[in-house]
């Protein structure tokens, strides 16, 4: 029986299971729902390798999955939050036209589940089996801001690290992701009568108008750095000039070079109206996920595997930021995208493709047994070479 055979013929079961824990609502930091459905994950993990919790302030457990074996040390990372609240989803499972449309089964309940079927797979087969560690952690729509220090913990010491995050909608796999963060701006002017003497005050709206338009000026589309004062809170009554206004901007860099220079001229924002005044909080909580040579090399050797199971597989940039950016950043070779083909992330329109699934999850699959042996046995020593010099930089 050949792998996409063994996964066709799990299917039926895999979408009963995929739906279970679509339905089981998991918003960022809803501790209670949180728990629940890991708890479930705990449970069915289990039965295939070694599970610990352990606990996140504020979101639900980390989910730490260990299955020994030989030849590389890989990290697989996945999430279980989700951005959507409890109901918000008139249905939260809907079949139609070979697809499947539900809150976060694109983003990325199903490529958690890939995981599961994975080391079911490699059990069954007695498939050779890399040292795995697999992280699902709680907060990864907020950028991952308590389970970073795990996750660069756990990639300081691996050889590779794949995520499960989607592949693009044509199937493709990321090797580089832009960098992100989130500012705000707090704007203090001074109340006054609008209609007795709107002269005596300072109209914080009015000075937020003139950040936004300075903040724009950072803006570098042809570098691919954007701005996005995209939330703004301010005013109380119509007839009160506004004394306070706040603005969160999101931003998004294909290099630490552009971080840099957009931090700074973020920084370097000042008040516009005589007496106004301006506070900047926040910063980048992603770095860029860069490509290497042997990032790169892991893509042919996907590829390859992918050639053998008749899939066409290409490598794109991704203007979305992941778990993957955190490892990279630490210098493991890192490769995104290895969950499901469908589209629609944070939409209405969130769905999978039903069936491609056989086919990824033994694309995920292979790959995972082909890591088996030490990188040293395929990697290039030019790839190598580079490997340990980004390590030692991140030492």
Not at 71 to 77: H, P, T, W
Not at 102 to 114: A, E, I
Not at 147 to 165: G, N, T
Not at 356 to 362: G, T, W
């Amino acid at each position: 029986m050949t792998t996409v055979e063994y996964f066709s013929r799990c299917l039926p079961v895999f979408l009963d299971e995929l739906r279970l824990l679509v339905e089981m609502d998991s918003p960022t930091g809803d501790q209670s729902r949180a728990g629940r459905l890991a708890a479930r994950l705990s449970r069915t993990f289990s039965e295939v390798a070694a599970v610990e919790q352990e606990p996140i302030d504020g979101f639900g457990p980390l989910l730490r999955i260990r299955r020994p074996g030989t030849g590389a040390k890989v990290l697989l990372l996945a999430h279980y939050d989700t951005v959507w609240s409890p109901g918000e989803w008139e249905q939260a499972w809907i079949e139609r036209d070979g697809k499947i449309y539900g809150p976060g089964v694109y983003d990325m309940k199903t490529g958690l589940l890939f995981v599961q079927y994975a080391l079911r797979w490699l059990g069954e087969t007695e498939r050779e089996v890399p040292d795995l560690e697999i992280l699902i952690n709680p907060d990864e729509e907020v950028g991952s801001v308590v389970s970073r220090p795990h996750i660069e913990q756990a990639a300081a010491v691996a050889d590779f690290a794949l995520v499960m995050e989607p592949a693009s909608p044509q199937g493709h796999l990321k090797l580089e992701r832009k960098g992100s963060g989130e500012y705000v701006i707090e704007v203090k002017g001074r109340p006054a009568h609008q209609g007795v003497e709107p002269e005596a005050g300072i109209n914080a709206i009015v000075e937020a108008a003139h950040q936004i338009l300075a903040m724009l000026e950072l803006e570098d589309l042809a570098r691919g750095t954007t701005v996005g004062p995209n939330v703004i809170t301010a005013g109380t009554v119509s007839n009160t000039v506004a004394s306070a206004a706040e603005i969160a901007v999101d931003v998004r860099a294909w290099t630490r070079d552009e971080q840099r220079r957009l931090d700074r001229g973020l920084r370097q924002l000042a008040p516009r109206l005589e007496g106004a005044e301006i506070t900047l909080r926040g910063g980048w909580n992603r770095p860029p996920m860069e490509s290497t040579r042997a990032s790169i090399e892991l893509f042919r050797r996907t590829r390859q595997i992918g050639c053998d199971l008749g899939l066409d597989l290409h490598r794109v940039a991704w203007g979305g930021s992941s778990d993957a950016n955190l490892a990279a950043a630490v210098g493991v070779p890192t490769m995104d995208g290895l969950g499901p083909v469908g589209d629609g992330a944070h939409q209405f329109s969130e769905h999978i493709v039903v069936d491609q699934l056989p086919v990824r999850m033994a694309l995920f699959s292979e790959l995972v047994t082909s890591l088996a042996v030490p990188p040293e046995d395929w990697l290039s020593p030019e790839a190598l070479d580079d490997h340990h010099h980004r390590r030692r930089g991140n030492d």
